[in-house]
């Protein structure tokens, strides 16, 4: 297996966006908004952590707080999201984090930080992985992030641009140096879904694949 260069990966974006429609990005949320989210979304379904996120919000209007109610009640807000107790615990370990370095309840001075920096603090609060700073990067801010989820890892494994072997954070560190620039975004909600769509864990949907003849997976399962 060789690495993807940038042709390859240019061309899986353009032959899913061609397939998928024209690109929508998520609604442009604040720094910390997106870090709730991110968590909140965790082990669950879309639907079910943007209904968790709505609720949290409703609840509590402000991010102070939920920094300061008990945590059973912001695990009560957010209960349809999925493992409620440990998110909410979660979230308050980053919000007092954030609070303490800060000074208060606000990540926007993290605009004025290169990549590097900006993903390096995101990755020093408690439970923030490369994945969830990544979404960060990306959705929030703009940053040139590619976030690897379980689809967008399950459809490199199958390109063969990483080993089936790699795990998620391996993954995120040898494709973020290989996606060109621009495109990262785009090709994340591509491939994630693509993932959900064609190229499922089981039964995937081979012969109707764009990818299929860039596939090392389909080209070994499909004619079958």
């Not at 709505?54 to 991010?63: I, N, R, T, V």
């Amino acid at each position: 297996m060789t690495a993807p260069g940038e042709q390859e990966i240019s061309a899986v974006q353009r032959r899913l966006r061609a397939s998928q429609g024209t690109f929508v990005p998520k609604p442009l949320l604040p720094v910390i908004d997106e870090l709730v989210a991110t968590v909140l979304s965790q082990h669950t379904s879309d639907t079910n952590s943007e209904r968790a996120f709505a609720k949290l919000k409703a609840s509590f209007p402000s991010w102070q707080q939920v920094a300061d109610a008990p945590v059973e009640q912001v695990a009560s807000a957010i209960r349809g999201g999925g493992i409620a107790d440990r998110k909410a615990r979660r979230i308050q370990q980053i919000l007092s984090a954030i609070e303490h370095r800060e000074g208060s309840l606000d990540l926007s001075r993290l605009h004025d930080l290169d990549d590097a920096a900006a993903e390096a603090y995101l990755l020093s609060l408690p439970g923030v992985g490369p994945k969830t700073a990544a979404c960060v990067l990306a959705f929030s801010m703009g940053r040139p992030a590619f976030p690897v989820d379980t689809h967008v890892h399950r459809v490199a494994i199958r390109l063969g641009w990483i080993k089936p072997n790699t795990t998620a954070d391996r993954a995120y560190e040898l494709l973020a140096q290989r996606i060109p620039p621009g495109i990262g975004y785009d090709l994340h909600l591509a491939m994630i879904t693509h993932g959900r769509t064609i190229c499922r864990a089981r039964q995937p949907r081979c012969g109707t694949c764009v990818l299929q003849d860039l596939c090392a997976y389909g080209s070994v399962t499909w004619p079958r």
